[in-house]
């Protein structure tokens, strides 16, 4: 491409040189043509036949240089092909392996960041229920609530514990009710 720009540039400045001679042989035979000579002095032509015919030669040496860059860039326009073939390869190599790496770490983060959130979503749905169950305690006994919190307040871990023993009293309480209904009802039957 570059090639091509500077054959342009030097096509570019011979013809501006060719311009330039063309408009100085214009004005002289402008000059020539107004002016005109007395019949009885002869006119010297040799200088102007000199003159005409340097620059006849200039335009062939011009001609020259403007052609050759144009017939090479004709021969250069002519060898492009007028379709490129283009191939088409599908396979990993060394380049696409940081990418396959990163895709499969940005995978593993998203399943996690998923998991998690629906972790969350899930936990804060069961504190919600739980806050919801503990206001309707509130409404009905205001001060179960109130021992509740100035209880967990003073010793949260003895509380939590307390809260574990009765649970634990509680479930044996009522297998023991559940034997004594199954006894009593084999008893009747």
């Known amino acids: 491409m570059k090639e091509h720009n500077e054959q342009l540039d030097l096509i570019e400045e011979a013809l501006q ?4 001679r063309l408009a100085a042989i214009e004005e002289k035979l402008n000059r020539l043509t107004d002016t005109k000579p007395p019949e009885q ?7 102007l036949q000199s003159e ?21 860039l004709n021969e250069r326009v002519a060898g492009i092909p007028t379709r ?4 088409h390869h599908h396979h990993f190599n060394e380049r696409s392996k940081g990418f396959i790496i990163g895709a499969f770490i940005l995978l593993i983060v998203t399943a996690g960041s998923s998991g998690l959130s629906l972790s969350l979503w899930s936990e804060n ?9 503990y206001g309707l305690v509130g409404l009905v006994s205001p001060w179960a609530v109130h021992w509740a919190d100035t209880a967990y307040a003073r010793d949260p871990e003895g ?9 634990k009293k ?12 199954k ?6 039957d």
């Open 41 to 47: 002095a002869s006119i010297d032509t040799e200088p």
């Open 170 to 181: 509680r479930d044996i309480m009522e297998r023991q009710q559940k034997t004594i209904h």
């Open 84 to 87: 490129m073939p283009v191939e």
């Open 52 to 72: 005409l015919q340097e620059t006849r030669q200039d335009f062939k040496q011009l001609g020259e240089k403007i052609l050759a860059p144009i017939r090479q």
């Open 17 to 20: 040189q060719l311009i330039q």
């Open 125 to 133: 749905r069961s504190l919600h229920s739980q806050e919801v169950k």
């Open 159 to 167: 509380v939590l514990q307390a809260t574990k023993d009765a649970i």
């Open 183 to 188: 006894k009593a009802k084999r008893a009747n």
